[in-house]
């Protein structure tokens, strides 16, 4: 449970971070396969409608429109 209100506050952190700054995107880190594959698992065994969940589809969606802005 602690390990999940972290990695919550870490996100929320990050998400806080980035709106802040006023506009640009900050640098996106790269994931290799084998750990999108391990966080893919562990996303899908979350319970439904978990908080964490959406949070990560979040930063996913944030992490494309700075893709898309080239910043």
Do not use: W
């Amino acid at each position: 449970m602690l390990r999940k209100i972290s990695i919550t506050g870490a996100f929320s952190l990050a998400l806080a971070a980035c709106h802040s700054t006023g506009g640009g995107c900050p640098p996106l880190v790269a994931y290799s396969l084998e750990e999108q594959k391990i966080a893919a698992k562990q996303m899908r065994a979350l319970p439904k409608n978990a908080p964490l969940a959406a949070m990560i589809v979040d930063y996913k969606k944030m992490r494309d429109a700075c893709r898309a802005s080239g910043s």
